[in-house]
């Protein structure tokens, strides 16, 4: 059983910066691509950004690309993301998420494993 633990989450002002990993144990980390979901207040939960095994492809929603950047360290178990010029918009719980499927990468069904979920809050 695959277990994904998020962290660095919290408060910062429209434009700021903010990181967010996820640590993954059990499994076999380089074998399962990972990705990050967001969940506005009210709305289903989103595609934000997904890495390869290898670390290699990444995919990223439209809203998103040129600010967020996604990453891995494989060694660490540990995938990233590193959020930029956040908007109040992007408010909202982030989760990662493990998974072997790759063609509809940007559905929830794609992935087995999920984490608990991050808040983050960007304000105006």
């Known amino acids: 059983q695959v277990q994904l633990v998020e962290s660095g989450g919290g408060l910062v002002q429209a434009g700021g910066s903010l990181r967010l990993s996820c640590a993954a144990s059990?499994?076999?980390?380089?074998?399962?691509?990972m990705a990050w979901f967001r969940q506005a207040p009210g709305k289903e939960r989103a595609f934000v950004a997904r890495v390869s095994t290898s670390g290699v492809a990444t995919y990223y929603s439209d809203s998103v690309k040129g600010r967020f950047t996604i990453s891995r360290d494989n060694a660490k178990n540990t995938v990233f993301l590193q959020m930029n010029s956040l908007k109040p918009e992007e408010t909202g719980v982030y989760y990662c998420a493990a998974g072997y499927r790759s063609i509809k990468y940007r559905e929830m069904g794609e992935y087995d494993y999920w984490g608990q979920g991050n808040q983050v809050t960007v304000s105006s």
């Open positions: 059990g499994g076999t980390f380089n074998s399962y691509a």
